[in-house]
């Protein structure tokens, strides 16, 4: 067994991607403990030894249901503000319209160059015409569909619920405004839980200083 153990047949912070542990914690399939080179069954191996290293590494003080929820609302107020541009600038180039619809020019009578910019900024998306305009609209729905399923409706609201690691891990760098990488390691994935965590708090402050 002490063999089996030195040649590294299971996986550990280093080698254990976020991507793999977050199907390990929500399948519970223990085989994905196991490294690629091993064919032994996994009870061969102390993993309840490897499941406590990580649990411990995760518990590194981050409040995670903090974090989680100001990921949310961050993630929401970004929808917010597309929404609301995205009626503001279909409203002047459609309806009244301000522009010819196949050429966006804003006239200076108008607050269309400054929503524009404020879409251009927020989703780098240039609209120049309604195709642009169009883009928009497929970027607002798919950030609806994208926080729906990552933030679901819970019909029984639990006080002491565990909170799922990937949903855990794309918070974090939600906060982080990074791309979520199913190929980092845990090791490197806990050393910007701690930054998420600062920022997370820093952000609640703010928020309960103006009392929202």
Do not use: C
């Amino acid at each position: 067994m002490n063999y089996l153990e030195g040649m590294k047949l299971t996986h550990n912070l280093h080698t254990m991607t976020i991507g793999r542990y977050g199907r390990l914690d929500e399948s519970k399939d223990l085989s994905l403990l196991k490294t690629g080179i091993n064919l032994f069954p996994i009870e061969w191996f102390p993993y309840q030894k490897t499941l406590d290293i990580f649990a411990t590494a995760l518990d590194n003080g981050v409040d995670k249901q903090l974090l989680i929820e100001i990921a949310r609302l961050k993630m929401l107020n970004k929808i917010q503000k597309l929404e609301t541009w995205y009626a503001a600038i279909h409203n002047l180039i459609v309806l009244k319209p301000d522009n010819d619809q196949w050429k966006v020019v804003p006239k200076k009578k108008t607050n269309l160059a400054y929503y524009l910019k404020l879409v251009r900024e927020l989703a780098l998306i240039d609209i120049k015409d309604l195709v642009g305009l169009r883009r928009l609209e497929q970027e607002v729905d798919r950030l609806n569909n994208k926080f729906l399923e990552r933030y679901p409706k819970d019909k029984k609201k639990s006080t002491k619920k565990a909170v799922p690691f990937t949903r855990y891990a794309k918070a974090v760098y939600l906060l982080l405004e990074a791309d979520y990488n199913p190929n980092m390691s845990m090791y490197e994935f806990l050393q910007d839980t701690v930054l998420a965590d600062q920022k997370a708090r820093n952000l609640e402050a703010i928020k309960r200083k103006h009392g929202r």
